[in-house]
């Protein structure tokens, strides 16, 4: 399956590779790759030796099953029971459902067209069985249609290859003389079951066949899609402001949920304009809910934002995210627990004031103070793991640094005295120097390192200060003092 | 050699002169970790000295951790710098406490590694330690820790380590010091204090050290990324692992007394701990075993004996009055060397493998040794002195002053055993391998720190493939700009600045390839060993420069396929010829072998079998065993690259005359004459190089060897420049022509690591000439030997039965009911053939066939196989090797050919039948049921499957019929088509090569039904059809053909891809065989680069399913 969207020309020989054993391997190819001699399943670098323009990308073969499982449900519009099949296949159960389409062949062309139109190529056949129809769409004619009665026929002269039989057993009938599905048709069976009888699925011919032929049923389960919860009003005339419906769409998706024991972290509200044209608004939630109060809320002073223009007649409400939820109680009062009321006043902050306006600070890993702490605003997820601070540190650091006039002994004695905003500070007591190098792979070069002071003043003040610089260090004049801090 | 290829320039202080030895400072830093202490430990030796010397220290310790792998390195490099080692180690419990370890005198160090040894080769629970590790208890250290001083380094927190001090204090009484550091991290007094406090009330001392990690605060980046190595993450999410300064350098003793002003006591510890170790590194007196000598005989004594002895053995007719002299002379420099000792264990190891084991072992001396007429008789070597000019001094000399080197081939299959006998001879504590320091190398260095520095994959394989070869120090940046890299860029230009202090920085300790260092007291005591990563291997954590730098001798036990096979050869000679013959029997003036030679027909050949090595035979015209020494040494990147092939070749041939350039009048106009008539005149051995060094420019035995290790560190450019002006100038003083001084001298340089010494060609030579008489007097033994050794040589079993089958050997297909496991000879009812033996293919040569399982059938084959489920309850066999035989159509002797053996065998259960079904199958009856023929192309492609090789018919010959309509020649027309005419013709590709001496010429060699063409391939065709020629397995090729003195080529003109005509022959892929020196999974487009060993690591064959 090839990406599509913003796909290089075609005539660049471009790969997706995995990792294999021994460095990476070729996954998928495009046409010119292709033709240039690029083989699936080799290694990059004997490629790379065949082809030294080749482009590479890596294959994201969980985007690719997930993209196969959605249009499993995609293709539900033709047909009710829908399933996938190895990596790059689906089956269809059209049985029943052909005529609306105006019959097979008109169905195989409206769907050869609708996956092209998603940028899919596809190879299509109708069989009765799931195994014969296999074979016919990877071996057989171009949208092969194939009737209960003349399986048989329409796969004797397809290679066995089309049995869905692995490589090792594909040779072995090969060096048996054995290369078409017809040919195979004509051993005994009695000599088949005898060779064959306790051979896995993809190693035994003759389950393959019985699967192909209609001879043993083969079930395959269909996947169930996921329910999806919407609340909509229709309205019998435009109106221009959805607010007075908005607490009911709320209710009623919330009820919806409630009865399927899920919450949900995303709401989607649509309109649907008279003219045609649709806006939206988005809100997300801190922690999963259900609660129709708290929901509405979030949408206060954003219904604005809609356009109604010559009005609208629908209103849909989709709930997103939608994951299991239990409610706990915690407390003999029935009372809600505080946390949530801490999430629900987030939510609204962060409704009210855009999701960078609210913000909690964490531990990052640096020795520079000031770069020891980040702000996180994404309060749904999970907090990550923060360090713990390793020194100890002011509780109260300055953003800017505030240069002071020190005296010391020269070169590398500890602060005696300073006056800083204007009142003179005598040290009593001291600890230090801590010295932090700048972070060599991010400062600027020439930056300074910092020898930082612990001191208590003739108050009993403890402040942080430091000194940018050593004495011919190389990076400018004599070292200036900074207050970085106040402890208490 | 060439196994050195892919060892890194060692860093070593170049000028010796301008240190001065400074008086004793009042503090010693014993902290040390160099590089040693792997990623914990930024800068290497040669730093750390001359910074040690340059800030004022006399003493210098070196502690790293839990090993003594550094310490040679920086003993060897502080005495150059004036500066005294101390030598000693950080030990690392595996409850966590850490101590540095300094022994006071020579036993206390030989506990200490007495230590390390029992910490690398045993867990604690006794179990077989994994490589790299190392597990040292307290208890072990209580029990070794006499007389070494230790000093115990306290962990982040103190009030732990108090609690735990009076424990270490009870189980180590030598533990009289608490390591104390002044690293700026802002509680420094308090807890220098603290521990100071802890100290006085347990009755120790603190010591002053700064924990070094590397030589100056400009390292801390690369101790950084180190860090970074060390615990796989990147510098942008390593935080708190980094050290937030740069103070872990060496500081002045100034400085330290600065910081410790406080605490002087802290100082005075360290010069007392230093002056206390009375160890030096050289008191390692080395002693060989002394079983090899019997009792009330000296060494000297008895090697003398010896050397009579073996002369009389090699010379029945009387020892030639050369050789006598030659013996007398070699003698006395070895008992004035003291080193008879040296000689006797390498012939004991030598007569082991000759005489004990059952059967015997194969083997020969090769390299240097080969110069010397003891070696010669005393069977270690075996090119006769009396018969080859040698060199003695190439292998021992007074002004060396280095030990000579030994190397001894052994068969390559059998060589396990000889180590093992070393092992269990001398004890696992006596006997080990060296090790071989594996170092950072620029494509390594520049994709590992790229990775740390979080550039990505794409601009660090970029980056890494701008360094062209990868034995340059530097880091190409002028590459870098080639290739669109803006090394303005902050990142990148850091990345390449780090990636350049690290190449060469030590990465982790290998094991060599087979040096064995033996001795007569406990090596352990001697050196740390530890376990290997291959099972049964112990190692000692030195490497070959650092056992030579403390005089200790070692003898290479190497490995080496021909031995196998001759061997091999030799066995089945003797069984079915009835004739015995050993490597020395064999005469070397027979005029077959010397014919057959001369027409290039060496497949399978020792050494000759090369494409280059088979064209240059028929030009060269080997007629004797000297040219046969010249032919191995001439193929040789050396020689071609130095342009003396063509006139060697046109004075042998007679087009040019034989001239010697001579100096002016008072020198001897016949000296360069002396050097080089044997070779006509072209120098084509190093010694030669040397040697014409030293006559016409007048070098000194110690400037010969200077320019001899300049040689093999050629590229590196360090000191050749010099030599170069040095050499030209004395030869032009003498009257030599500038001209002639000057092409001497590239001729020279082009050696560089690629020429042969003579003595290793002429040892060399003697297995072509015995590998050459085996293929020429016997065929079919010579295939079943070298089908037997595979994996080795030159080419795959496909060309080697097919060559055989060109001498007229019959060969017959594997079979059930007549194969062994290996290749056999049986004999053959009519006389149609060349020799009386077929060769009997074994089912060693059936893919996935297991050797029990045809152990199983050759032991139950008291009577012929009858069918299937006869050899399956017999031989006890399992359906899955009797599927795996039947598709190898091994079973043709039972009436089964290939189709209705696989019918059949599918039909076998491994599981056994239920009694009620044993009498018949419980599905009831055989239905009888004709399968289709299987036609003969099938055949051939399945038995290309299955065994790499059919004996059934050629691929190509399918294909003939309507090749010939087209107008296609095969390869054997070849050979009447007259020079410059134009053909077709097609071919399987066997071999794609492209010599780096070819400049960009790549050859091919195609195979059809009738033999092999070569070709030619331009660098402008191999541009036009690189897809073509990586791609084909057959190749279509159009071209002239060029001739010349025996040799044809086709120059290619035109190339097709034609592998579907190929696929055309059966449904399924043809897997066809490539030659083992294919080349073609390697990158042709730059020039061979990357470790040598991988580059001729090829798969044998390319499928494609």
């Not at chain 1, 649709?278 to 109060?293: F, G, N």
Request: proline share 6%; net charge neutral; charged share 25%.
């Amino acid at each position: 399956m090839e990406r599509q969207g913003n796909s290089p020309a075609d005539d660049i020989p471009l790969t997706l590779i995995v990792e294999g054993t021994h460095g990476p391997v070729i996954h998928a190819t495009n046409r010119t790759a292709r033709t240039m001699g690029v083989q699936i399943g080799a290694r990059v670098v004997d490629m790379r030796a065949i082809c030294p323009e080749l482009q590479t990308e890596y294959a994201d073969r969980e985007g690719d099953k997930a993209a196969l499982e959605r249009l499993v449900l995609w293709a539900r519009r033709w047909c009710p029971w829908t399933a996938s099949d190895g990596a790059d296949g689906l089956i269809l159960d059209t049985t029943g459902s052909a005529h609306l389409f105006g019959g097979e062949d008109a169905m195989l062309i409206e769907m050869e067209t609708q996956f092209s139109l998603l940028g899919l190529t596809s190879r299509l056949a109708i069989a009765p069985t799931q195994g014969a129809a296999w074979a016919l769409a990877r071996f057989g004619t171009v949208r092969s249609i194939c009737t209960e009665g003349e399986i048989a026929q329409r796969l004797s002269p397809l290679s066995v290859s089309g049995l869905r039989l692995s490589a090792e057993t594909v040779q072995l009938l090969h060096r048996l003389g054995l290369k078409t599905i017809g040919a195979l048709m004509n051993v005994p069976r009695l000599s088949l079951a005898r060779r064959f009888v306790k051979a896995a699925l993809t190693a035994n011919p003759l389950v393959r066949l019985d699967q192909a032929l209609g001879k043993l049923a083969e079930p395959v389960a269909s996947v169930e899609a996921k329910p999806r919860f919407s609340a909509q009003s229709r309205l019998p005339e435009p109106i221009f402001d959805p607010a007075p419906y908005l607490p009911q769409l709320c209710d009623n998706l919330c009820d919806a949920l409630q009865n399927a024991g899920m919450g949900c972290r995303y709401l989607n509200l649509t309109v649907y304009r008279t003219d045609g044209d649709v806006s939206h608004i988005d809100v997300a939630t801190a922690a999963s809910t259900r609660d129709p109060v708290h929901l509405h809320s979030l949408f206060r002073d954003k219904l604005e934002r809609i356009n109604s223009g010559f009005g609208f007649d629908l209103i849909t409400l989709t709930a997103g995210g939608v994951e299991a939820i239990q409610i706990v109680q915690t407390q003999l009062d029935g009372e809600a627990h505080s946390d949530l009321q801490l999430t629900q006043l987030l939510d609204r902050l962060t409704a009210k004031f855009g999701p960078r306006s609210v913000s909690y600070p964490v531990v990052y890993e640096s020795h520079v103070p000031e770069r020891a702490q980040r702000r996180i605003s994404n309060f749904g997820a999970p907090p990550p793991q923060t360090a713990e601070l390793i020194k100890e540190r002011p509780i109260r650091l300055l953003d800017i640094p505030e240069e002071v006039h020190v005296l010391y002994a020269v070169p590398e004695g500890p602060p005696a005295q300073f006056i800083w905003r204007r009142k003179t500070h005598r040290v009593t007591r001291y600890a230090g120097p801590e010295r932090i190098a700048p972070e060599w792979w991010k400062d600027r070069p020439g930056t300074r390192l910092r020898d930082y002071f612990k001191i208590e003043d003739q108050t009993g003040r403890r402040i942080w200060l430091y000194r940018e610089g050593l004495h011919e260090d190389g990076r400018g004049g004599d070292p200036r003092w900074f207050i970085h801090g106040m402890f208490a | 050699m060439p196994q050195n290829d892919y060892q890194h320039e060692k860093r070593t202080i170049e000028d010796e002169e301008g240190f001065i030895k400074n008086p004793p400072s009042p503090f010693v830093e014993l902290g040390i970790s160099t590089c040693f202490s792997f990623l914990r430990g930024a800068s290497d030796a040669v730093d750390l000295a001359v910074t040690a010397n340059a800030l004022g220290y006399d003493k210098l310790g070196c502690a790293d951790l839990n090993t003594m792998a550094g310490v040679v390195r920086l003993h060897a490099e502080a005495r150059k710098a004036q500066v005294t080692p101390v030598i000693g180690c950080r030990l690392q419990l595996v409850t966590g406490e850490t101590f540095l370890a300094y022994p006071r005198n020579r036993a206390a160090y030989g506990r200490l590694c007495a230590l390390l040894s029992k910490g690398k080769m045993q867990m604690t629970d006794g179990a077989w330690q994994a490589k790299g590790a190392c597990d040292i208890t307290l208890d072990d250290l209580a029990s070794h820790s006499q007389d070494v001083q230790l000093i115990v380094i306290p962990n982040e927190n103190i009030d732990h380590f108090s609690a735990g001090l009076p424990r270490l204090q009870r189980a180590l009484p030598s533990m009289k010091y608490i390591a104390a550091s002044y690293l700026y991290r802002g509680n420094d007094r308090a807890r220098i204090n603290h521990l100071d406090q802890i100290a006085r009330a347990n009755g120790l001392s603190i010591l002053a050290t700064n924990d070094v990690q590397y030589h100056a605060p400009e390292r801390r980046p690369l101790q950084d990324v180190m860090t970074c190595i060390l615990h796989k993450t990147t510098i942008h999410r390593a935080g708190f692992l980094l050290q937030a300064n740069a103070e872990r350098h060496l500081k002045s003793p100034a400085q330290m007394e600065t910081l410790f002003a406080q605490w002087p006591h802290a100082l005075r510890a360290t010069r007392e701990v230093a002056d206390a170790c009375h160890f030096d590194l050289r008191e390692l007196s080395y002693e060989y075993p002394k079983e090899t000598v019997p009792h009330g005989r000296t060494a000297q004594e008895h090697l003398e004996k010896q050397t009579w002895d073996g002369a009389r053995w090699r010379y029945p007719e009387g020892v030639p009055t050369t050789v006598t002299a030659t013996l007398h002379k070699e003698l006395a420099l070895i008992a004035k060397l003291d080193i008879a000792q040296y000689f006797l264990t390498i012939q004991n190891i030598v007569n082991f493998a000759r005489y004990k084991c059952k059967p015997p072992i194969l083997c020969q001396g090769r390299g240097s040794a080969a110069n010397s007429a003891v070696c010669y008789v005393l069977g270690i070597t075996a090119v006769d002195p009396a018969t080859n000019d040698m060199l003695f001094e190439r292998f021992i000399s007074e002004e060396r002053k280095e030990p000579p080197d030994i190397d001894v081939d052994f068969e390559h299959e059998r060589r396990e055993e000889v180590i093992q006998h070393i092992y269990d001879t001398y004890g696992r504590n006596r006997a080990a391998l060296c090790a071989t320091v594996i170092h950072y190398r620029p494509r390594m260095a520049v994709r590992e720190v790229g990775k740390i520095m979080g550039l990505s994959e794409d601009i660090t394989s970029a980056l890494s493939k701008t360094i062209w070869g990868s034995w340059g120090r530097e880091v190409g940046a002028r590459e870098a700009k080639q290739a669109g890299l803006d090394l303005s860029d902050p990142l990148l230009a850091r990345t390449i600045k780090i990636a350049d202090q690290m190449i060469g920085m030590p990465r982790h300790l290998g094991q060599h390839v087979g040096g064995f260092i033996l001795t007569e007291s406990p090596l352990s005591h001697t050196v740390p060993i530890g376990n290997g990563a291959m099972p049964d291997r112990s190692f000692i954590e030195w490497d070959k420069d650092d056992i030579e730098e403390l005089r200790i001798l070692k003898v290479d036990v190497l490995a080496l396929g021909m031995l196998t096979c001759i061997r091999k050869a030799f066995d089945l000679i003797k069984a079915y010829h009835g004739r015995e013959v050993t490597l020395a029997t064999i005469k070397q003036d027979d005029e077959a072998v010397y014919d057959m030679l001369c027409k290039g027909d060496s497949l399978g050949v020792f050494q000759v079998e090369s494409r280059a090595q088979m064209n240059m035979l028929p030009r060269l015209k080997p007629r004797e065993f000297y040219d046969l020494v010249i032919q191995v040494a001439i193929v040789r990147p050396g020689p071609i690259q130095g342009d003396m092939v063509h006139p060697y070749l046109r004075r042998r041939s007679g087009k040019e005359p034989e001239e010697y350039p001579s100096p002016a009048a008072p020198h001897d106009p016949d000296e360069l004459k002396k050097v080089l008539h044997r070779t006509k005149g072209v120098p084509i051995f190093q010694e030669q190089a040397m040697k014409v060094a030293m006559v016409a420019a007048e070098f000194s035995p110690d400037e010969a060897n200077q320019l001899r290790k300049a040689m093999a560190t050629f590229r590196s450019r360090g000191t050749i420049g010099a030599l170069e002006e040095k050499m030209v100038g004395r030869m032009i003083r003498r009257g030599y022509d500038p001209d002639f001084a000057n092409r001497c001298f590239h001729q020279i340089k082009g050696f560089g690591d690629y020429g042969f010494p003579e003595s290793h060609a002429a040892s060399f030579a003697h297995l072509v000439y015995v590998s050459s008489w085996i293929k020429c007097h016997y065929p079919d033994v010579f295939c079943t030997a070298l089908l037997n050794s595979q994996p080795m040589g030159f080419y795959a079993p496909a060309q080697i039965v097919r060559d055989a089958r060109e001498h007229g050997v019959t060969v017959h297909p594997p079979d059930v009911n007549y194969s062994d496991w290996d290749n056999t000879l049986e004999p053959l009812s009519i006389g149609k053939s060349k020799s009386t033996f077929a060769v009997r293919l074994g089912l060693r040569q059936i893919d996935g066939m297991r050797q029990d399982m045809a152990h199983r059938i050759m032991q139950a084959r008291h009577m012929p196989f009858t069918d299937l489920l006869d050899i399956k309850k017999r031989a006890h066999l399992d359906a899955g090797t009797i599927r795996k035989l039947a598709a190898a159509d091994a079973l043709r002797s039972m009436q089964l050919d290939r189709r209705q053996a696989l019918w059949d065998a599918r039909a076998l259960q491994d599981a056994p039948d239920l009694p009620l079904f044993q009498d018949k199958p419980d599905e009831g009856g055989e239905v009888q049921f004709t399968l289709p023929q299987m036609p003969l192309c099938e055949h051939v492609v399945a038995d290309y499957q299955t065994t790499r090789l059919s004996l059934k018919a050629h691929p190509m010959a399918f294909l003939r019929k309507s090749m010939t309509k087209q107008g296609y020649t095969t390869t054997k027309s070849l050979d009447h088509m007259r020079n410059g005419q134009r053909v077709k013709l097609a071919g399987i590709v066997l071999i794609r090569q492209r010599p780096g001496s070819a400049k960009g010429v790549c050859f091919i060699t195609v195979e059809d039904e009738l033999g092999v063409a070569n070709l030619v391939i331009w660098p402008k065709m191999m541009e036009a059809f690189r897809k073509v020629i990586m791609n084909a397995r057959v190749i279509d090729v159009t071209g002239i053909v060029q001739r010349a003195d025996g040799v044809i080529h086709l120059v290619a003109h035109h190339l097709e891809d034609r592998s579907d005509a190929l696929d055309r022959l059966s449904d399924d892929t043809i897997v066809t065989t490539l030659a083992h020196a294919d080349e073609i999974k390697k990158a042709l487009p730059s020039p061979p680069h990357g470790h040598p060993r991988d580059a001729c690591v090829i798969p044998k064959s390319r499928d494609f399913h």
